[in-house]
Structures are given as C-alpha cells and as structure tokens.
C-alpha cells in the first residue's frame, strides 16, 4: 500500500521558516520524482516544487530564492524547507508522486504564516 506522510506543518510568523517532511512507503522511492503542492482556502491546489529522480529540481516563481526541496532517498523522505515564509504562503501542503499514470497523494499539512 503506498502512503505518502507530511509532517512539520505549523504557525510561524512572517519572515520565520519551516521544515516540511514527507515519509514515502510502498513505493521504489528512489525512481519517483517527487512534488510538493499547496492549496490556500478558495484557491485551486498549485505545483511548489518538485524533484525528479536524478535531482533535478523546479520552483514556483512565488517561492524562488525562498524553499528549497530536496530528497534523501535512504530514507524515502522529501523534503520542503521554507524560508522567509510570508502570510500568502499560508496553506495545505501536499506531497505528490505519479508513475505508470498514478497519482498518489499525501493528506497534507497546513501551514499558517501569521503577520
């Protein structure tokens, strides 16, 4: 059974930073690229950051500069930190992964960015 775990969601203030997590199971970790999403209340669920398999990496332009993602495949773990976070950050993160023409999907975590 794949499962897909986010964790490190949380309050922050205005320019703070955090660490998001996402723990992949039941898949071959290391041949799947990797995503992270948002979804803010009333908005449509939009692409953050995503990473493939060899490492390549992409951005949403309203978080350049800013988060970082990365993966550790030994641990089938990717990861999102965010930095000098800004209240329009404020949102469900969702870890992502398709292969073979399946979506699989975590249940997100919320962030909040209090001004």
């Known amino acids: 059974q794949v499962q897909l775990v986010e964790s490190g969601g949380g309050l922050v203030q205005d320019g703070g930073s955090l660490r998001l997590s996402c723990a992949a199971s039941?898949?071959?970790?290391?041949?799947?690229?990797m995503g992270w999403y948002r979804q803010a209340p009333g908005k449509q669920r939009d692409l953050v950051a995503r990473i493939t398999s060899g490492g390549s990496t992409n951005y949403a332009d309203s978080v350049k500069g800013r988060f970082t993602i990365s993966r550790d495949n030994a641990k089938n773990t990717v990861y999102l930190q965010m930095n000098s976070l800004k209240p329009e950050d404020t949102a469900v993160y969702y870890c992502?992964?398709?292969?073979?023409?399946?979506?699989?999907w975590g249940k997100g975590t919320l962030v909040t960015v209090s001004s």
């Open positions: 039941g898949i071959t970790f290391s041949i799947h690229a």
């Open positions: 992502h992964t398709a292969k073979y023409g399946i979506e699989r």
